[in-house]
């Protein structure tokens, strides 16, 4: 059995801890040289998944944007982005969605087994749908990814629910949280992690791996297993650099 995928949990959010506000409009929670640094992670990783309300409300591409990025991958016989995934029980995406319309890498789209009919018929060619069960799990998911998919590395950039159930579930290496230096404060707003039993509480504390400032944000990066400790194999993505680019979260 493959061993389970490195998982990197990815998301920006504001001093009173939310990913977003709860206008139509997205609200940029981060800044040009903190979303180069996250396209960076991504271009490190396997597959990118978000949550489908992610996929309704922002219309990510979830795509490697720089180029010498895109080429390094080119040059290592893999796709110029990674593998994209999602998850769903209602089946509500649209196959002209950016997820699935935006670059030529392949689209994984999880869901209960009753909704696979529908979402194949749905999504075509589009994506590949699969079924896993009565309610779609993490922990599966992961399964799938790691056995079937190849997946080595999975970044999950959010949102807040698909982020809890991994915490919640403990399946998580890494967790790379941005605060923006504003609030939120509006109570429909989505949380970026919501109530829940976590492993990491008052008694049994996470680790703090690093901080860094950039800019006017700042990184706070937790390491939620022992693998994380592994600097060569994984947490390898901070030297980067922060080239400043012009960038939002798509
Ligand atoms: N600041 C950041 O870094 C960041 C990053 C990402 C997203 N966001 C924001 O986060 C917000 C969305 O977050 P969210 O918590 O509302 O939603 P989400 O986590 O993106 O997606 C939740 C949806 O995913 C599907 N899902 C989740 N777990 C499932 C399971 N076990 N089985 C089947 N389907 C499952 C369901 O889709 P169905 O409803 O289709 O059944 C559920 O409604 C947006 O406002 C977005 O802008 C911010």
Not at 43 to 67: E, F, H, K
Not at 152 to 181: K, N, S, Y
Not at 229 to 240: M, R, T
Request: hydrophobic share 40%.
């Amino acid at each position: 059995m493959n061993e389970r995928p490195y998982v990197t949990l990815s998301c920006a959010m504001s001093i009173d801890g939310y990913l977003d506000g709860s206008a139509p409009r997205r609200l940029a929670m981060s800044n040009a040289a903190d979303f180069d640094r996250v396209d960076e992670v991504r271009s490190r990783s396997d597959a990118i998944m978000v949550g489908a309300s992610t996929v309704r409300r922002d219309n990510p591409r979830l795509l490697v944007r720089d180029a010498v990025r895109r080429a390094r991958r080119l040059s290592y016989g893999r796709p110029e982005s990674p593998t994209k995934v999602t998850v769903t029980a209602s089946g509500d995406l649209s196959p002209d969605a950016a997820f699935f319309t935006a670059g030529d890498s392949p689209r994984l789209v999880y869901c209960p087994s009753e909704g696979v009919r529908g979402l194949r018929a749905r999504l075509g060619e589009r994506a590949t749908v699969v079924g896993l069960g009565e309610h779609v799990t993490m922990a599966a998911l992961l399964q799938d990814l790691g056995e079937r998919r190849g997946v080595r590395r999975l970044m999950v950039e959010g949102g807040g629910r698909v982020l809890t159930q991994f915490l919640e579930a403990d399946l998580v290496d890494e967790l790379q949280l941005v605060i923006a230096p504003f609030f939120v404060g509006e109570p429909r707003a989505p949380r970026a992690v919501g109530a829940g039993r976590f492993p990491w509480t008052a008694s049994r504390r996470a680790r703090l791996a690093g901080t860094q400032q950039i800019g006017d944000v700042v990184l706070l990066r937790y390491a939620l297993s022992d693998r994380c400790d592994s600097p060569a194999d994984h947490c390898d993505v901070l030297d980067s650099g922060a080239a400043a680019v012009t960038a939002d979260r798509s």
